[in-house]
Nanobody, 130 residues
């Protein structure tokens, strides 16, 4: 079992930056691949970025490549999403997720047949104004 708590959301103007953090409970952080998803009103939940257990493999959705950076700190049991050059279409609730395998963190989206990650945070709102 792992519990995830996100922080760092808020309101920012287009072109600005935000940094999201996800704190994971327990001493088994290194056993989990981690990821960030987002869900805008009326839209399905989609993957934003994911990172393997070792940190050696990183995945980004095309929509955020070259703007967002995911990283993990095993000493602090945290995963971070640095978001730069934010756009109004980045507005959504952002969720941290964890799974023993990287695959669900790169393939799942709500309404699909792909297996959902095992653990989710409660979400944090990101609003980008134009």
């Amino acid at each position: 079992q792992v519990q995830l708590v996100e922080s760092g959301g808020g309101l920012v103007q287009a072109g600005g930056s935000l940094r999201l953090s996800c704190a994971a409970s327990g001493r088994t952080f290194s056993r989990y691949a981690m990821g960030w998803f987002r869900q805008a009103p009326g839209k399905e939940r989609e993957v934003v970025a994911a990172i393997s257990r070792s940190g050696g493999t990183i995945y980004y959705a095309d929509s955020v490549k070259d703007r967002f950076t995911i990283s993990r700190d095993s000493a602090k049991n945290t995963v971070t999403l640095q978001m730069n050059s934010l756009k109004p279409e980045d507005t959504a609730v952002y969720y941290c997720a964890a799974d023993g395998q990287l695959s669900p963190l790169t393939t799942y989206h709500s309404g699909s047949d792909y297996r959902a990650p095992d653990y989710w945070g409660q979400g944090t709102q990101v609003t980008v104004s134009s």
